[in-house]
């Protein structure tokens, strides 16, 4: 089993509407999760970071963490254009040394 | 000027070359990783340093090799380089253990025929 297992898609999203992306994880102990956009032929960026179970909010962007399902997930509200690249979410490992990611997801905004 | 500097960006070589790729921060940053990026795989992790002292394995160090010559410095190498590490090559920096933000380079992109 993958530490870190997203759908790799395409999502397409129509623009306007929500995009939601999904991840699961199988360490328990891991306390830090973290989601990455990446543009095709660019180095990731850090989008949203998120270490406690709910919802974290940053613009049209919402982080939910549940610890108990071992589940992360990133809402992206109002979906442009500009969201369309490849989204990964990374977790910290238990030692708290590590980062792994998943594979990624890759969006796909159509207007 | 980027503040994760890698060398070369693109390099083509062929089996069994040794190659070394070369990653420099201007952050002030400890920890310094190698990650390698293929289709559908993601980022997986190839080794990692906290200081100039400490070098650790990550998920797929088998045929790699590392050298942390400095704080501002972390050089990754291929002894023999064979067409299935064909990939891209992140070199990424963090400041701080309890965040994990990391701060890419650009990428090397390197092709092994």
């Known amino acids: 089993q993958k530490e870190v297992e997203q759908n790799s898609g395409p999502l397409s999203v129509p623009e306007g509407a929500i995009a939601s992306l999904n991840c699961t994880y199988s360490?328990?102990?891991?306390?830090?999760f973290f989601w990455y956009r990446q543009y095709s032929g660019k180095s990731p960026e850090l989008i949203m970071s998120?270490?406690?179970?709910g919802d974290k909010e940053d613009g049209r962007f919402t982080a939910q963490l549940n610890k108990a399902s071992q589940y992360v997930s990133l809402l992206i509200r109002d979906s442009q254009p500009s969201d369309s690249a490849t989204y990964l979410c990374a977790v910290r490992d238990s030692s708290a040394s590590k980062i792994i990611f998943g594979s990624g997801t890759r969006l796909s905004i159509r207007p | 000027d980027a503040d994760v500097t890698q060398t070369p960006r693109n390099r083509i070589t062929k089996t069994g070359k040794r190659i070394m790729l070369e990653c420099s921060q201007t952050k002030g940053h400890d920890r310094m990783y190698w990650y390698r990026q293929d289709p559908g795989l993601g980022l997986r992790l190839i080794y990692y340093s906290f200081d100039v002292k400490d070098i650790n394995k990550g998920e797929i160090s088998d045929g790699y090799s590392v050298s942390r010559q400095a704080q501002a410095k972390f050089s990754l190498s291929l002894e023999s380089a064979i067409p299935n590490q064909t990939a891209l090559y992140f070199c990424?920096?963090?400041?701080?253990?309890?965040?994990?933000?990391?701060?890419f380079g650009e990428g090397s992109r390197l092709t092994v025929l």
């Open positions: 360490d328990r102990v891991s306390q830090s």
């Open positions: 998120i270490y406690s179970n």
């Open positions: 990424a920096t963090s400041g701080d253990s309890n965040t994990g933000e990391l701060f």
